[in-house]
């Protein structure tokens, strides 16, 4: 690996950093942000901005109208991004809508990537996954699928329940992952204002930074066309993958940008605020956790950059990803839990940012897959290979 910076993605980099603090930073106190994301309107505004400058969707394939980013391109960019809570929004790179642009580009028909992709890209219209299910369904073991899908004529019929959704409020365009009568799995593409496609509730969580918040589904009846099936009957837990190693990895590079914000938020604290006839930061109980930061820090970047140059071989780098998400999940978590200490009252009140931060951080050791389960695969994956190599 060569961890030097092109000329060209040094000044991406600089021009991404630069519209974070000059145009997002200033609106993260806005009050049209509530409990399930920014409003459609400050979306909508946010994302003007990025269009303004040059930086909408930068992930997306050039003939889409992106940027064309690599995944290791991808790393600089939405680190950047990921300094403010409302950064992934502007740019258009926030879950799920970056996973589903992703995987739309590579397994979507010219028909589909007209339909729904090109509004995605260009911000028009948001997009939620539809996968989770509430007990006794699908959550960690997607093999668990009980949402079903009939043929009937040149529609499918699907029914089922779906929850944990995120961006399922506001969404125009879901990605549904049923099961089949042969129970394989397929994943259909379906506008939102299809009769049999009810909402039924917004759940309450302890983060506030997607877009559309977190929703219950149910699916009574809905019919959907043959040919909105996203690539081919029976091999969704197959496209799942294509999705689920590169988002999981996006994951990480943006909450990576969120803990640098409060770490930054921290070194600061520390070094003007006196405490016992000096700067807070001279005292070795928090000088020490700030060099603790800065070492996580360090850590997940190298994490995420070789998991990035993995997929950009061409590898599927499902190994590396579900590495990459435990050490990013974990390592930004202790470095923005420092943080609140560092801060003492600042960190568990609204007065600094670190407090949202960490509300939204927590979820991340469950979001993608929890952090057991990577461990569990990781484990296998290693006894296999040591199996292997005494055959």
């Given amino acids: 690996m060569n961890f030097a910076l092109s000329a060209e993605l040094l000044a991406l980099q600089a021009k991404v950093r630069r519209f974070i603090a000059e145009e997002i930073l200033p609106m993260?106190?806005?009050?049209?942000?509530?409990?399930?994301?920014?409003?459609?309107?400050?979306r909508q505004e946010l994302v003007e901005k990025a269009r303004a400058?040059?930086?909408?969707?930068?992930?997306?394939?050039?003939?889409?109208?992106?940027?064309g980013?690599?995944?290791?391109?991808?790393?600089?960019?939405?680190?950047?991004?990921?300094?403010?809570?409302?950064?992934?929004?502007?740019?258009?790179?926030?879950?799920?809508?970056?996973?589903?642009?992703?995987?739309l580009e590579v397994v979507a028909t010219p028909a589909q990537k007209d339909r729904w992709l090109r509004p995605m890209v260009q911000g028009h219209i948001r997009s939620c996954f539809a996968m989770t299910e509430p007990s006794p369904g699908a959550g960690s073991d997607p093999?668990?699928?009980?949402?079903?899908?009939?043929?009937?004529?040149?529609?499918?019929?699907?029914?089922?329940h779906k929850w944990f959704i995120t961006g399922a409020e506001g969404a125009q365009l879901a990605i549904i992952m049923a099961r089949m009568e042969d129970g394989s799995a397929t994943m259909f593409l379906t506008d939102t204002d299809r009769p049999g496609f009810v909402l039924e509730r917004m759940m309450d969580s302890l983060d506030s930074?997607?877009?559309?918040?977190?929703?219950?589904?149910?699916?009574?009846?809905?019919?959907?066309p043959a040919s909105d099936v996203l690539g081919e009957v029976?091999?969704?837990?197959?496209?799942?993958?294509?999705?689920l190693a590169p988002a999981r990895l996006t994951h990480c590079m943006r909450w990576l940008g969120q803990a640098r914000r409060a770490h930054d938020t921290a070194c600061a604290y520390?070094?003007?605020?006196?405490?016992?006839?000096?700067?807070?930061?001279?005292?070795q109980g928090v000088g020490f956790m700030l060099a603790d930061n800065e070492m996580d820090l360090h850590v997940t970047r190298l994490a995420?950059?070789?998991?990035?140059?993995?997929?950009?071989?061409?590898?599927?780098?499902?190994?590396?990803?579900?590495?990459?998400?435990?050490i990013s999940s974990e390592g930004i978590w202790r470095v923005i839990d420092r943080c609140v200490q560092v801060l003492g009252g600042q960190g568990v009140t609204g007065e600094a940012i670190v407090e949202r931060i960490f509300r939204d951080a927590r979820s991340f050791r469950i979001y993608d897959g929890p952090n057991e389960v990577h461990r569990m695969s990781l484990a296998k994956k290693i006894l296999d290979r040591a199996a292997a190599a005494h055959v």
Avoid at 234 to 242: I, L, M, S, T
Avoid at 304 to 326: P, T, Y
Wanted: proline share 5%.
């Fill in 28 to 42: 993260e106190n806005d009050p049209r942000q509530t409990a399930h994301g920014p409003s459609a309107e400050l």
């Fill in 53 to 67: 400058h040059g930086l909408l969707t930068p992930h997306a394939s050039r003939e889409m109208g992106g940027l």
């Fill in 69 to 103: 980013l690599s995944h290791a391109e991808k790393a600089i960019v939405f680190e950047e991004a990921g300094y403010s809570p409302l950064g992934p929004i502007a740019l258009n790179i926030h879950a799920p809508d970056e996973g589903n642009i992703h995987l």
């Fill in 143 to 160: 093999s668990m699928l009980t949402t079903t899908a009939v043929r009937d004529g040149n529609d499918y019929v699907i029914n089922g």
């Fill in 209 to 224: 930074c997607f877009a559309g918040g977190h929703g219950v589904l149910r699916f009574e009846n809905l019919r959907v």
């Fill in 234 to 243: 029976g091999k969704g837990f197959r496209y799942a993958q294509v999705r």
């Fill in 270 to 283: 520390a070094n003007s605020r006196q405490s016992f006839g000096k700067p807070l930061g001279e005292h």
């Fill in 304 to 326: 995420i950059w070789h998991c990035a140059w993995v997929l950009d071989q061409g590898e599927r780098g499902n190994f590396e990803s579900s590495m990459a998400k435990v």
